[in-house]
């Protein structure tokens, strides 16, 4: 019986990876590239839901080692922590390896921000619609097609003249 038991047991672990890989299409992974695609271009989902993002490494380091409602509170208010939901789309510009640190960017916040590697995953993750974003849905502008960027730029220069 125990035999059984443990043999049912490795089947079930080893069909683990079958069920993700062909689950992305009914998690809502629409993206016309693959996965390893848009992880070598640098992007990753967000795993954790919290004030884990900011402008400083220093400050990452402050929020996640005191997590205190206090600390957390303070540096929201001084717009030096940024919310960081699961599934969100980011795109990882500098990697600190040492401090186990990424730099990413934020659809809809204009300036850098760092957070812990292990805070982001290469793997489909769900948001809190039950889809997984991608580069098109994110609103993720990417630098490497000056058309997109260059006509991302000239919108926010009509919108800043009067």
């Known amino acids: 019986m125990k035999i059984r038991m443990l043999v049912i047991y490795v ?3 080893s069909l683990i990876g ?4 062909d689950g992305s299409p009914k998690m809502g992974y629409t993206y016309g590239g693959s996965v390893k695609g848009l992880v070598a271009k640098g992007y990753r989902l967000v795993t954790v839901d919290g ?3 900011c402008a400083k490494q220093q400050e990452v380091r402050q929020i996640t080692s005191s997590r205190t409602d206090l600390t957390e509170l303070s540096l929201v208010d001084a717009d030096a922590a940024y919310y960081l939901i699961p599934g969100t789309l980011v795109r990882i510009t500098q990697d ?3 401090n186990g640190m ?3 960017l934020l659809r809809g916040i204009t300036k850098p921000l760092w957070t812990y590697t292990t805070f982001l995953s290469s793997r489909p993750i769900q948001d809190i619609y039950g889809i997984v974003e991608t580069p098109d849905t994110a609103g993720l502008i990417d630098p490497g097609e000056p058309a ?3 006509s991302a730029l000239n919108e926010r220069g009509s919108e800043e003249a009067p």
């Open 11 to 13: 089947v079930g672990l």
């Open 18 to 21: 079958i069920t993700w890989a």
């Open 51 to 53: 004030p884990y993002a």
């Open 96 to 98: 600190d390896q040492v």
């Open 102 to 104: 990424s730099e990413i």
């Open 148 to 150: 997109v960027a260059g």
